[in-house]
Every structure is written in structure tokens, then in C-alpha cells.
């Protein structure tokens, strides 16, 4: 008897421990998301790559940095709807979602990253066509023009917005406006004018008019990790190329993609 009451106790804690070092004793309650980050194509793991999750207001609930094997972990201390977003140096962004969490759950995500160039004090690491791209289609000449607001990929780069919307939370200098209250991956972006307050502008994606709604958002159209330069133009006061047409003097907003033509 007295035995089987040490066996009893032993057992106890050793499924403790195990749970324990398995993370089940988590103050997440399970709400939990694991996963590794590796290169595409060569299976390495990625260390140091950032791991964040996203929650419908757009404020990030967990940010860890990937170990040596590529491994991370993060969780929500609450259930909700979620996105999971990793960026990497040398890696294009990528992103998982959105997805629900609820308690007692885990969710395994692997992300698979595909190599980006990379700008080093003047320097490219790897050769990008798109800088051509933009280059031929008349991008930096409009640039210079000094009409409308520019966003280079420079600028791109050196963004922390992990949604399309989120680029022009800021107001880009008053020119647009984001309702804060919208959930960042759906939210949509209007442009402020003298007349009406704000208008929906027209929105082309690589010179492709796109239709957006509430089952067709900004940015699903255009994806963060995809974009490589933004134009916006108020109205045709601030004259934007001519193919590109305004709806009702709003103006328009014009995405370059890295895999654009």
C-alpha cells in the first residue's frame, strides 16, 4: 500500500515536469503557436528571423526572435482572431492567417521564406528586376515631378507595417485616412480632399484597376510582402499619369508589385 501511494505520487510529478517543459503550463492556456522558419528551397533553418502575432486592432500581441534551429514560439494570454507575420533579413515577409485561437489549443505553423535582395551601404546582395520595372514605367520621372506622394522601395523596406492599410495609417503627410477601428488586414484606405472630407480612391495594382469590397479587401489584392513602390494622387489637380483614371475627382492610388510586369 505504502508502494503504491510513492508510485502514485512519483507519477504525479513527473507528468508535472513533462508538462512543464511541453509549455502546457503556459498562463496561455494552450493558446499557443509553434512552428519553424526555414529557406525555401534548401530547408535551412532561419535564425533570428522575427515572429509576431497580430490581433484584429492591429497591436502585436507576441513578438519572438527564431532560435538556431529556426524554432518559435508565441501565444495569447486571449482568444481571438489572429495573424502570424515573420520577417527575416534577406527574406521576403511572409504571413499566416487570419486564424481563431481559442483555449487548449496549438496551432503548428512552418514558414518556407524565399530570398529577397538586400541594400548594404549602396550595396545590392542579389539583382531585382523590379528596379527596372519602375524605372521604365516612369515611377522615379513622376517622382521628381514632385506631384502626388511617393513611396519608394526603400521606403518599403524600412516600413513596419505588416498590412497594406497599415502604410497609410500615418496620413501619409494628411493625404489618406485609415479608421482606426477597422481590423488592419481589412481595413480600408480613403484620401482626404477640401470637398467631402474623404472619398474612396481608384486603386490599380501593376496598371490593373481593382475592384475592392468587403469580400476582396486592399490587402488581399496587394499583400504587404508583395508591394515594391506606392504612388498616391489626391485628384487630378495633382496629375496623375493620364491611363490612370479618377472616380468623381478622388483620385487615385497606384501599387508596384515585385512580381509585376
Known amino acids: 500500500m505504502v508502494f503504491h501511494q510513492r508510485f502514485h505520487n512519483l507519477a504525479v510529478v513527473l507528468f508535472v515536469v513533462m508538462a512543464t517543459s511541453s509549455g502546457l503550463s503556459s498562463p496561455a492556456s494552450g493558446q499557443m503557436v509553434r512552428g519553424l522558419v526555414v529557406e525555401l528551397g534548401t530547408e ?126 500615418g496620413g501619409l503627410e494628411g493625404r489618406t485616412y485609415v479608421d482606426p477601428m477597422e481590423v488592419p488586414w481589412n481595413a480600408n484606405v480613403r484620401l482626404r480632399n477640401l470637398i467631402s472630407g474623404t472619398c474612396s480612391p481608384r486603386v490599380y495594382v501593376d496598371g490593373v484597376s481593382q475592384y475592392l469590397d468587403e469580400h476582396f479587401s486592399l490587402d488581399v489584392a496587394v499583400p504587404m510582402e508583395q508591394i515594391e513602390a506606392v504612388e498616391v494622387y489626391r485628384g487630378p489637380f495633382e496629375r496623375p499619369p493620364a491611363r490612370y483614371h479618377t472616380t468623381g475627382g478622388c483620385g487615385v492610388i497606384l501599387f508596384w508589385t515585385r512580381g509585376g510586369q
Open 44 to 169: 535551412r533553418p532561419i535564425q533570428l528571423a522575427t515572429v509576431a502575432l497580430i490581433s484584429e486592432t492591429g497591436d502585436t500581441v507576441a513578438s519572438v526572435l527564431t532560435d538556431e534551429n529556426g524554432f518559435y514560439s508565441v501565444a495569447s494570454e486571449d482568444e481571438g482572431t489572429f495573424m502570424l507575420v515573420t520577417r527575416a533579413l534577406g527574406y521576403r515577409t511572409k504571413r499566416e492567417g487570419p486564424f481563431e485561437m481559442d483555449g487548449g489549443g496549438v496551432r503548428i505553423i512552418r514558414f518556407n521564406l524565399s530570398q529577397s535582395p538586400v541594400n548594404i551601404e549602396g550595396l545590392v546582395v542579389g539583382v531585382d528586376p523590379t528596379e527596372f520595372r519602375l524605372n521604365s514605367n516612369g515611377f522615379y520621372e513622376r517622382m521628381e515631378n514632385e506631384r502626388g506622394y511617393f513611396l519608394t522601395p526603400e521606403d518599403i523596406f524600412n516600413s513596419t507595417a505588416f498590412f497594406t492599410p497599415e502604410l497609410f495609417r
